[in-house]
């Protein structure tokens, strides 16, 4: 269901954190927990950090909106993580999760499950308190900007993630390409950028508004991030069984991995 973009203006003043976390990922509800790509992703993460040891001093968030699941894993391969993030309650309402404030989203089940899958015996606690203490800071950052967080200048990162972040700041494929390429500024040569996206969407619904996406194809991945100057290490598509009622919220039929390294600057 095709809709008009949105632009960043817009999403600032219409985007509710608590509208999309309970929408997408409420453990009884959410779509994406329901379809299994929350699941998924987690897996994927926890094998990239830990099976293929991806790890170094910095890793940058980019676009983490007012999730922190993606960092469960992150947090005990790297020094330190930077959260990059264009609106501001997003950053606001994740810097209150790292801190676990009182009516924020409950991440227990999550953190639970990367525990168990980590073996070491770490507890929720235990993790909640090395997630805060590894996330040094927030920054703001727009990914069609050539420096996504300028007018800051940062050393190169070790690693850049980004989870289901790009396809929504796009409104076609040629700009994906291009913030694919501001996204590698931020990445050292050697470096190893993380990508997950939703395939196939056109739009998804948050808080009773719809929201844009630029429709992705694996095809279209595969090509866009070799272009951008990076061997793809481990790439991997899960299909989403057809539902009328979560289709019509969100209308992707599979969710993908990437993990690539970086062999060149363009």
Partial sequence: METAFTDNDTYG???????????????????????????????????????????????????????????????????????????????EYYERSLRDEPGTFDWTDTT?????????????????????DTVTKTLKCDVRNTNPLEPLVLPQADCVMSLGCLECACSDLDTYRKVLKNVSSLLKTGGHLIITEILNCSSYVSGGKRLSCVVLTEDFMRSAITEAGYEIVDLEVIYRKYDKDQYELCDHDSSLFVLARKIKDL
Avoid: W
């Fill in 112 to 132: 639970q499950k990367v525990c168990i899958m980590e073996g070491k015996g770490t507890s929720v606690e235990e993790k909640k308190k090395k997630l805060k």
């Fill in 13 to 91: 003043e219409i985007f509710d954190p608590e509208e999309y976390l309970h929408t997408y990922y409420n453990p009884k509800s959410g779509i994406l927990v329901l379809d299994g790509t929350l699941d998924f992703e987690l897996k994927k993460l926890h094998e990239a950090f830990n099976t293929r040891c991806v790890r170094g001093k910095t890793l940058i968030d980019i676009g983490h909106g007012p999730t922190i699941y993606q960092d469960l894993s992150a947090c005990e391969s790297f020094d330190e993580i930077i959260g990059a993030e264009y609106t501001d309650r997003n950053r």
